[in-house]
């Protein structure tokens, strides 16, 4: 089974990271993106996420910010329904690696924290 990949966040990060993402891989269906417009009341936001999820058994939610709306949204909605992992800290290393591995939730979930930390790094200046 194929589990869907949910990205939260705020304002158009969501869309250009899973646009980034398929620039490198080609399209995913498996993507979803959820944007926090700047008026939207996180109600409305929590509602627009949970259309997104739907039915699905199992959805991992990247999300941009450790306590910021779209993350809270998804906490709730995973306490209503289960079958939800949120990760925070989305950047494009752990969207990526999730999308070319197969796992359960649990392992994809792991895999994009590990991910995500490990694309983080101080990169050195070229010299001549």
Same mark, same amino acid.
């Given at each position: $089974?194929?589990?869907?990949? #949910? /990205?939260?966040?705020?304002?158009?990060? %969501?869309?250009?990271?899973?646009?980034?993402?398929? #620039?490198?891989?080609? %399209?995913?269906?498996?993507?979803?993106?959820?944007?926090?417009?700047?008026?939207?009341? %996180?109600?409305?936001?929590?509602e =627009? @996420?949970?259309?997104?999820v739907?039915?699905?058994?199992?959805?991992?939610? /990247?999300?941009?910010l450790?306590?910021?709306?779209?993350?809270?949204?998804?906490? @709730?909605?995973?306490?209503r =329904?289960?079958?939800?992992?949120?990760?925070t800290?989305?950047?494009?290393? $752990?969207?990526?690696?999730?999308?070319?591995?197969?796992?359960?939730l649990?392992?994809?979930?792991?895999?994009?924290?590990?991910?995500?930390?490990?694309?983080?790094?101080?990169?050195?200046? #070229?010299?001549?």
């Amino acid at each position: $089974m194929t589990i869907p990949v #949910l /990205l939260a966040g705020h304002g158009a990060l %969501p869309s250009g990271v899973a646009d980034a993402a398929e #620039l490198v891989t080609g %399209p995913q269906s498996r993507l979803l993106v959820c944007e926090l417009g700047p008026a939207e009341s %996180p109600d409305s936001y929590g509602e =627009r @996420l949970s259309d997104l999820v739907g039915d699905a058994p199992e959805v991992l939610v /990247l999300a941009d910010l450790p306590g910021g709306t779209p993350a809270n949204a998804a906490k @709730l909605v995973a306490a209503r =329904r289960g079958g939800l992992r949120i990760v925070t800290g989305l950047n494009l290393p $752990m969207l990526l690696e999730v999308l070319v591995r197969d796992g359960d939730l649990d392992e994809l979930a792991a895999l994009a924290q590990s991910a995500g930390k490990g694309g983080v790094l101080t990169e050195p200046v #070229l010299t001549r």
